[in-house]
């Protein structure tokens, strides 16, 4: 693999360069300067374009969203068709013929939020929508150097510093940058960015180093490898019929924010827009949170109170699809611990779920 | 868009050929579907106990279980009960109106396989036949392969009875079983009178080398089980369909999963021991 | 802790344990320590021993009265649908209720949603609560580590930081213009009453969104809404909203849109706003409860400035005074239904004249 040394005036030669013929985004704070006490403040990074070799702000822990929204859009059009009269080809489904087709690059990605598209991409990998939007989009990951609060990355069986999902990883020491080029699409962005030389065998050697010193900072409470295994060892019962549910659902008010800004939730619905004479079916974000989300046609609700959905998101995450594909559905970035209006604590709950006899 | 991979999501067009009102009350109606694209027709092919999305542009999709048999070519038939917004809006439609279909999906039942060479005992109430009449059309094709057949099928009244011509047809068979009641006496009915779990009882099919497919509504496979059990079934030997809410049909987009399992992709047809190792999210 | 705090803590604790001891509520509705600095979890003690958990500081910013109508459900001997109510009187839970909530209670007793003779009210004063938001724009988004509360104060640490901040600064703008800090109906009082506050104009940030010009205003509410994520946290920490469906989830007809289009997300959050008309106390929960830092009570507010204005009535504060908005009188004002035409030279059928 290709280690480059790079200052951060190469960094930002690459995101102008890169932005020639791509999409560049980055983390940005959000806000206006504007002085009313009404003004429009919101004090946070999200994801936006980076324009002028703008570097992306990375000093803040994580970006409001999850990076889900560049390869699983809300919403996605899956596509169109005609409703005029006449038209032979009425009420016929097309893709559509205007989809955003322009190439992606996402900077400053953390490592659980560049995992999380691993993740994805088991339960998406023939969706034709979910892998065309990946072929598109490359990303360039930073690794990470503190650990947020509410980050438990590793008992997830990620890491701070790993490079899953990336396509060009980023590592900086003191004041310089290193670029481990991973993939075919980043071995392209390096060459679009151009004159960023060769890392020598001593900087190699301290990107290990500092690699391994961060690596040991992030303490685990349990064996990522074992935990997951045990987990699945699990009787499914004993987990679902757990004292701790209704504690939970206790506290819950069933919105969707811990869904919506996960990097790894991805239940979705499907419906029609009719604009004119053009039908669009779409597909946008649906959080099992949500009673009707499981409603059926006769009144019959499988998931009709709110323990039940509470669950269903956990069980999800941490059994049910740890059964089907291996990994569990969670890359421990710790949005919805932070956003959560009631503090339901994800790691709790793992550490509960754990406890099951 | 540069598809990289065959879009599920596209629904295949299609064209209402024939509508029939089946129940008296007009809640039920059947459509006959031709698929338009010959290649679609060539490329279409479903096990009895498939359900298919019937999609209406501008209005949604709903799943719907196949009624007709893979031995008959040449059009689909949906019996589709008018409950929500898409199945209103399909009961308006007219013959020669189009549609889209997207299918086939789900497992089906395991016709070719675990039922091969077993008596098969069919259990149906209410609308909720459909599929077993694709399944029992096509052990009738294919009628060699499968030991006795017996089918106990039921409803509130006559005038809510399914494929009734069809009903007569196959009492008139003698290498079939029927046993088709009513819940109560009505004027002009000669036939059985009492809920499908009595009649069920009363007809006390044996389990010996043996498959129950059960459909119907949820309390009538909860009565219909005791008098099975009684004389021997096991739950392995019962065949179940469930019907939660689906949207994708790929088993992805979270809607019907019960526990592990998503119903439209690794059901909708469980055996029901499947069913006990599972929450009961359906 | 603050000396405040710590003491209506241990009233809140005492007054829990004895309630749920004595068999008198079956639940009690409060509030425990959470996980992270500045956040509070609503916590529903069920054995007196769960009573110790119960704390009361600053952070208490989510609306309790929000989970009254489930709880009591929940407390009841369970039956099927059709069976009827057990003979005698129902278990009693028992909750905190500020100013805002107790005025909630009233609504939810007003509109049927709970029954008052089921409910143990505890009040307490409310100094104001603190917005996390507020806190964290004061360190530049950092992450703050930990937080100590003290009478008028806060110390928080943080990477590379520690720092005291005067408490009122970064109470909630709810808060800051509330002028019923006291709660209006409750069984017993936790801690001191709160001297009133005076409140300059309570309505300043509704005027203020008034003098905009109509284009001006649009924008900042398009700007304003324009990260809604329709997670509906908002209305899901709302103790109004109780509608089985929502009008935003109902399909049939589907009134709005599913995803994040403005106009979908504006028809969401007017509407909203609307439901909320003469109903809202101002508790501020929607915002607290935003991921996304939306100021959605300012929506609220105007409502609440309007309904004062034509009906000179308060949301929830006599139980005994109609709710205006569901309530039909002969004598009801009704300009407000008829459009007046712009300027003064409209021309013939333009507009409803009277």
Same mark, same amino acid.
């Given at each position: 693999?290709?280690?480059?040394?790079?200052?951060k005036a190469?960094l930002e030669r690459w995101f102008v360069?890169?932005?020639?013929?791509?999409?560049v985004?980055g983390p940005l704070r959000? $806000?206006?300067?504007? $002085?009313?006490?009404?003004?429009?403040? *919101?004090?946070?990074?999200?994801?936006?374009?980076l324009k002028d070799g703008k570097f992306p702000e990375l000093g803040?822990?994580?970006?409001?969203?999850?990076?889900? *929204?560049?390869?699983?859009?809300?919403?996605?059009?899956?596509?169109?068709?005609?409703?005029?009269?006449?038209?032979?080809?009425?009420?016929?489904?097309?893709?559509?013929? /205007?989809?955003? !087709?322009?190439?992606?690059?996402?900077v400053g990605?953390?490592?659980?939020?560049?995992?999380?598209?691993?993740? /994805? !991409?088991?339960?998406?990998?023939?969706?034709?929508?979910?892998?065309? /939007?990946?072929?598109?989009?490359?990303?360039?990951?930073f690794?990470?150097?503190?650990?947020?609060?509410?980050?438990?990355?590793?008992?997830?069986?990620?890491?701070?510093?790993?490079?899953?999902?990336?396509?060009?990883?980023v590592?900086q020491?003191?004041?310089?940058y290193?670029?481990?080029?991973?993939?075919?699409?980043?071995?392209?962005?390096?060459?679009?960015?151009?004159?960023?030389?060769?890392?020598?065998?001593?900087?190699?050697? +301290?990107?290990?180093?500092?690699?391994?010193?961060?690596?040991?900072?992030?303490? $685990?409470?349990?064996?990522?490898?074992? =935990?997951?295994?045990?987990?699945?060892?699990?009787?499914?019962? =004993?987990?679902?019929?757990?004292?701790?549910?209704?504690?939970?659902?206790?506290?819950?008010?069933?919105?969707?924010?811990?869904?919506?800004?996960?990097?790894?939730?991805?239940?979705?619905?499907?419906?029609?827009?009719?604009?004119?004479?053009?039908? +669009?079916?779409?597909?946008?974000?649906?959080?099992?949170?949500?009673?009707?989300?499981?409603?059926?046609?006769?009144?019959? /609700?499988?998931?009709?109170?709110?323990?039940? +959905?509470?669950? !269903?998101?956990?069980?999800?995450?941490?059994?049910?699809?740890?059964?089907?594909?291996?990994?569990?559905?969670?890359?421990?970035?710790?949005?919805?611990? +932070?956003?959560?209006?009631? !503090?339901?604590?994800?790691?709790?709950?793992?550490?509960?779920?754990? =406890?099951?006899? | 868009?540069?598809?990289?991979?065959?879009?599920?999501?596209?629904?295949? @067009?299609?064209?209402?050929?024939?509508?029939?009102?089946?129940?008296?009350?007009?809640?039920?109606?059947?459509?006959?579907?031709?698929?338009?694209?010959?290649?679609?027709?060539?490329?279409?092919?479903?096990?009895?106990?498939?359900?298919?999305?019937?999609?209406?542009?501008?209005?949604?999709?709903? @799943?719907?279980?196949?009624?007709?048999?893979?031995?008959?070519?040449?059009?689909?038939?949906?019996?589709?009960?008018?409950?929500?917004?898409?199945?209103?809006?399909?009961?308006?439609?007219?013959?020669?109106?189009?549609?889209?279909?997207?299918?086939?999906?789900?497992?089906?039942?395991?016709?070719?396989?675990?039922?091969?060479?077993?008596?098969?005992?069919?259990?149906?109430?209410?609308?909720?036949?459909?599929?077993?009449?694709?399944?029992?059309?096509?052990?009738?094709?294919?009628?060699?392969?499968?030991?006795?057949?017996?089918?106990?099928?039921?409803?509130?009244? @006559?005038?809510?009875?399914?494929?009734?011509?069809?009903?007569?047809?196959?009492?008139?068979?003698?290498?079939?079983?029927?046993?088709?009641?009513?819940?109560?006496?009505?004027?002009?009915?000669?036939?059985?009178?009492?809920?499908?779990?009595?009649?069920?009882?009363?007809?006390?099919?044996?389990?010996?080398?043996?498959?129950?497919?059960?459909?119907?509504?949820?309390?009538?496979?909860?009565?219909?089980?005791?008098?099975?059990?009684?004389?021997?079934?096991?739950?392995?030997?019962?065949?179940?369909?469930?019907?939660?809410?689906?949207?994708?049909?790929?088993?992805?987009?979270?809607?019907?999963?019960?526990?592990?399992?998503?119903?439209?992709?690794?059901? @909708?047809?469980?055996?029901?021991?499947?069913?006990?190792?599972?929450?009961?999210?359906? | 802790?603050?000396?405040?705090?710590?003491?209506?803590?241990?009233?809140?604790?005492?007054?829990?344990?004895?309630? %749920?001891?004595?068999?008198?509520?079956?639940?009690?509705?409060?509030?425990?320590?959470?996980?992270?600095?500045?956040?509070?979890?609503?916590?529903?003690?069920?054995?007196?021993?769960?009573?110790?958990?119960?704390?009361?500081?600053?952070?208490?910013?989510?609306?309790?009265?929000?989970?009254?109508?489930?709880?009591?459900?929940?407390?009841?001997?369970?039956?099927?649908?059709?069976?009827?109510?057990?003979?005698?009187?129902?278990?009693?839970?028992?909750?905190?209720?500020?100013?805002?909530?107790?005025?909630?209670?009233?609504?939810?007793?007003?509109?049927?949603?709970?029954?008052?003779?089921?409910?143990?009210?505890?009040?307490?004063?409310?100094?104001?609560?603190?917005?996390?938001?507020?806190?964290?724009?004061?360190?530049?988004?950092?992450?703050?580590?930990?937080?100590?509360?003290?009478? #008028?104060? %806060?110390?928080?640490?943080?990477?590379?930081?520690?720092?005291?901040?005067?408490?009122?600064?970064?109470?909630?703008?709810?808060?800051?213009?509330?002028? #019923?800090?006291?709660?209006?109906?409750?069984?017993?009082?936790?801690?001191?009453?709160?001297?009133?506050?005076?409140?300059?104009?309570?309505?300043?940030?509704?005027?203020?969104?008034?003098?905009?010009?109509?284009?001006?205003?649009?924008?900042?509410?398009?700007?304003?809404?324009?990260?809604?994520?329709?997670?509906?946290?908002?209305?899901?920490?709302?103790?109004?909203?109780?509608?089985?469906?929502?009008?935003?989830?109902?399909?049939?007809?589907?009134?709005?849109?599913?995803?994040?289009?403005?106009?979908?997300?504006?028809?969401?959050?007017?509407?909203?706003?609307?439901?909320?008309?003469?109903?809202?106390?101002?508790?501020?929960?929607?915002?607290?409860?935003?991921?996304?830092?939306?100021?959605?009570?300012?929506?609220?507010?105007?409502?609440?400035?309007?309904?004062?204005?034509?009906?000179?009535?308060?949301?929830?504060?006599?139980?005994?005074?109609?709710?205006?908005?569901?309530?039909?009188?002969?004598?009801?004002?009704?300009?407000? %239904?008829?459009?007046?035409?712009?300027?003064?030279?409209?021309?013939?059928?333009?507009?409803?004249?009277?």
């Open positions: 693999m290709k280690v480059l040394r790079l200052d190469d360069n890169w932005a020639k013929t791509r999409e985004y959000q $806000s206006s300067s504007d $002085s009313k006490s009404i003004s429009v403040n *919101k004090s946070y990074t999200d994801w936006a374009i803040t822990g994580l970006p409001k969203s999850p990076i889900k *929204k560049f390869f699983f859009p809300q919403p996605e059009t899956l596509f169109t068709c005609s409703k005029r009269k006449g038209d032979p080809d009425a009420f016929v489904f097309k893709e559509p013929e /205007n989809r955003d !087709n322009a190439r992606k690059v996402l990605v953390r490592p659980c939020d560049a995992r999380s598209v691993e993740l /994805n !991409n088991l339960p998406f990998e023939k969706d034709p929508y979910f892998q065309a /939007n990946r072929a598109k989009t490359a990303i360039v990951g690794t990470c150097r503190d650990r947020c609060q509410t980050c438990f990355c590793k008992e997830v069986g990620g890491s701070p510093v790993g490079t899953e999902g990336m396509d060009i990883a590592t020491l003191d004041d310089f290193m670029a481990e080029v991973i993939t075919e699409k980043g071995e392209e962005l390096v060459q679009e960015g151009g004159g960023a030389s060769e890392a020598s065998g001593e900087e190699i050697s +301290r990107l290990k180093e500092s690699k391994a010193q961060v690596e040991s900072l992030f303490s $685990s409470m349990s064996d990522p490898a074992q =935990a997951l295994e045990a987990m699945k060892a699990k009787d499914l019962f =004993a987990l679902y019929n757990a004292p701790f549910w209704s504690q939970l659902a206790d506290s819950c008010i069933n919105c969707g924010i811990c869904t919506f800004l996960c990097p790894t939730c991805y239940c979705f619905d499907i419906q029609d827009e009719v604009v004119k004479g053009t039908i +669009r079916r779409i597909r946008y974000y649906d959080s099992c949170m949500f009673p009707l989300f499981t409603l059926q046609a006769s009144g019959h /609700n499988p998931r009709g109170q709110k323990v039940q +959905r509470v669950r !269903n998101r956990f069980m999800h995450k941490f059994k049910y699809f740890p059964d089907r594909f291996g990994p569990f559905s969670c890359v421990g970035c710790g949005r919805c611990i +932070r956003e959560c209006p009631v !503090n339901i604590d994800i790691r709790e709950v793992l550490k509960d779920l754990l =406890a099951v006899e | 868009m540069t598809t990289l991979l065959p879009n599920p999501y596209i629904p295949y @067009p299609a064209r209402i050929d024939d509508i029939v009102v089946e129940t008296e009350d007009g809640n039920l109606k059947t459509f006959r579907l031709v698929l338009e694209d010959e290649g679609d027709r060539a490329r279409w092919s479903h096990v009895p106990g498939q359900f298919a999305m019937l999609s209406l542009a501008g209005v949604g999709e709903i @799943p719907i279980g196949i009624a007709s048999s893979p031995t008959e070519e040449g059009f689909l038939l949906f019996t589709v009960f008018r409950a929500g917004v898409v199945t209103t809006a399909l009961h308006q439609m007219d013959i020669g109106e189009r549609v889209g279909v997207r299918g086939p999906l789900g497992n089906g039942f395991p016709v070719d396989n675990d039922l091969k060479g077993k008596n098969i005992v069919i259990i149906a109430g209410g609308f909720a036949f459909t599929t077993l009449r694709a399944t029992l059309l096509y052990m009738l094709a294919n009628r060699g392969d499968y030991g006795k057949i017996t089918v106990i099928y039921g409803a509130r009244t @006559p005038g809510l009875l399914l494929y009734r011509d069809e009903l007569k047809a196959w009492a008139e068979r003698d290498d079939l079983d029927t046993y088709i009641t009513i819940d109560r006496e009505a004027p002009g009915w000669d036939g059985l009178v009492g809920f499908v779990p009595t009649v069920a009882g009363q007809v006390a099919p044996s389990p010996e080398n043996a498959a129950a497919l059960i459909c119907g509504p949820p309390i009538m496979i909860k009565f219909t089980m005791p008098p099975l059990e009684k004389i021997g079934w096991t739950d392995d030997q019962v065949y179940l369909s469930l019907e939660n809410r689906m949207k994708c049909g790929q088993g992805v987009c979270g809607h019907c999963n019960v526990g592990p399992v998503y119903v439209c992709k690794d059901g @909708p047809v469980f055996t029901r021991a499947q069913l006990q190792g599972l929450p009961t999210e359906f | 802790m603050s000396t405040t705090n710590s003491t209506i803590t241990e009233d809140i604790r005492a007054k829990a344990k004895q309630l %749920l001891s004595s068999g008198e509520v079956a639940a009690f509705l409060g509030f425990t320590t959470g996980t992270l600095p500045m956040t509070m979890r609503p916590f529903v003690a069920r054995r007196p021993e769960d009573a110790e958990r119960l704390v009361w500081n600053s952070f208490c910013v989510m609306n309790l009265a929000n989970y009254l109508p489930d709880l009591l459900k929940s407390v009841e001997p369970p039956r099927g649908p059709k069976d009827p109510p057990p003979e005698g009187p129902l278990p009693k839970v028992g909750v905190l209720a500020t100013g805002c909530w107790s005025r909630n209670i009233v609504v939810q007793i007003q509109e049927n949603q709970v029954q008052r003779d089921r409910l143990v009210i505890l009040g307490i004063g409310s100094r104001g609560m603190v917005d996390r938001k507020k806190v964290l724009a004061q360190v530049d988004g950092r992450e703050v580590w930990t937080s100590e509360e003290g009478e #008028h104060s %806060l110390v928080i640490e943080g990477p590379g930081f520690k720092k005291e901040i005067q408490r009122w600064d970064v109470v909630r703008d709810n808060c800051q213009t509330c002028i #019923h800090p006291n709660p209006v109906i409750y069984d017993y009082q936790v801690g001191q009453p709160v001297s009133p506050r005076e409140v300059k104009d309570r309505f300043r940030q509704v005027n203020e969104i008034e003098a905009m010009s109509s284009e001006e205003r649009w924008s900042w509410f398009q700007e304003e809404i324009s990260s809604c994520i329709r997670c509906y946290a908002c209305r899901n920490a709302c103790p109004l909203c109780y509608c089985p469906t929502c009008f935003v989830d109902d399909s049939r007809p589907q009134w709005v849109g599913k995803s994040i289009d403005l106009a979908d997300t504006s028809i969401f959050h007017i509407l909203r706003a609307y439901h909320c008309a003469g109903r809202c106390t101002d508790c501020g929960a929607c915002e607290s409860a935003c991921p996304m830092g939306i100021h959605m009570r300012l929506f609220t507010k105007k409502l609440e400035k309007d309904v004062l204005e034509l009906y000179g009535t308060e949301a929830g504060m006599d139980p005994d005074v109609p709710l205006p908005l569901t309530t039909y009188k002969e004598d009801d004002p009704q300009n407000f %239904l008829i459009t007046e035409a712009v300027g003064q030279t409209s021309e013939a059928g333009e507009g409803v004249k009277p």
